[in-house]
């Protein structure tokens, strides 16, 4: 377990999607301990706005480029890195359907470029899995050994795969090229610069609840989900960054919620007129999803702090404070 930061003041680190949910929260976190961050977005899912309150800061630069492309001709990427956080991939089960090229390329090509480079730069790579690594498990709660049940050629496979190949090709490099890598499984994690629209359950039940619209829950709302708000995830992140661990590992919460009773929640935490509905259920939707965090508890020392009603509440005040 790792008391002091490895990456401060004075290291350069890339993150790629920087401009997205999660990732724009770990540039924050980076920013905050001196870091210099360059953030390489293409706005496929991420919005600029994420990381507006940073454009003026003299250790932060957004390069808007495409990662599959490679990496691109730009100062702030000409320095070597001391870190590389391959965070970017759309990730919502809307994208899944809307651009599975685009995610089959980052969670692949683009993994490879970053690979490369953090072998040029003697940089610790460090790639953003996920519990779909698990596919719609067997196991439950899900274990890093555990190896997962994907369908490897429906709708989500090209995230579930990707990811897969991504995990694969950084142990490949550790392996074979001695590259220092690190590879955490996120499970679902919700907080505020979600977007309303994205298609996961939770910003379509509070954005729904906010208008007074029904609440579309997908199946019998019986699955269940374990949800992490967004700061407790970034702390992991950071504690596996610094770490000398390799990973899989997972991290989440293991407060495992229904989509029936997450919905009741929100309505009950907004104060909503809402009626819960139920809609048709998508393909190869994992029944329950639980992270077994005995791994991130003694490698890592980590540990979700954030009660799921809190989280609720922050994030619906960051929609309510947008909603026109
Ligand atoms: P997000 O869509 O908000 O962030 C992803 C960012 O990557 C966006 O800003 C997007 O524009 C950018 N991007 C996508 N393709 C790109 C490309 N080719 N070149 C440059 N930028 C590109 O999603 P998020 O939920 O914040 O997810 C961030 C990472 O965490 C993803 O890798 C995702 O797979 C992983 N993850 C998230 C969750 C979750 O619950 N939020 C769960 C598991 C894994």
């Not at 454009?55 to 001709?73: K, Q, R």
């Amino acid at each position: 377990m790792n008391a002091v930061a490895r990456f401060g003041p004075g290291h350069r680190i890339l993150v790629t999607g920087g401009a997205g949910f999660v990732p724009s929260h770990l540039v924050d976190a980076l920013m905050a301990r001196g870091c210099t961050v360059v953030a390489l977005d293409n706005f496929v899912t991420g919005s600029k706005e994420n990381v507006a309150h940073l454009l003026d800061e003299p250790n932060f630069t957004l390069v808007e480029a495409d990662i599959s492309d490679g990496l691109p001709t730009h100062p702030a990427l000409a320095e070597r890195f001391d870190a590389i956080l391959h965070m970017a991939s759309p990730a919502s089960p809307t994208d899944f359907e809307k651009l599975p090229v685009e995610i089959l390329r980052v969670g692949s090509v683009a993994t490879l470029h970053l690979l490369d480079r953090a072998v040029a730069d003697g940089a610790r790579f460090l790639m953003a899995s996920t519990s779909e690594a698990y596919g719609d498990p067997k196991e439950h709660p899900q274990r890093e050994s555990y190896w997962g049940n994907v369908n490897p050629i429906g709708i989500r496979s090209v995230y579930d795969e990707a990811k897969r190949f991504s995990e694969a090709a950084a142990m490949a490099y550790h392996r074979s090229r001695g590259l220092d890598t690190a590879i955490v499984r996120i499970f679902n994690t919700y907080g505020p610069r979600m977007r309303p629209d994205d298609g996961r359950a939770i910003p379509t039940f509070i954005s729904q609840a906010l208008r007074d619209e029904p609440i579309t829950v997908h199946g019998t709302g019986n699955q269940t989900r374990s949800i992490c708000y967004v700061s407790d995830l970034v702390r992991g992140i950071l504690l596996l960054l610094d770490s000398r661990e390799t990973g899989p590992i997972n991290c989440g919460t293991e407060h495992e919620m229904s989509m029936r009773e997450l919905a009741e929640t929100i309505v009950s935490l907004t104060g909503s007129a809402s009626e819960v509905t139920y809609i048709t259920r998508s393909a190869d939707d994992p029944e329950m999803r639980r992270p077994d965090l005995t791994l991130a508890r003694e490698l890592l020392g980590y540990e979700p702090t954030v009660a799921p009603e809190d989280g609720l509440r922050r994030t619906i005040e960051y929609f309510r404070e947008r909603m026109v």
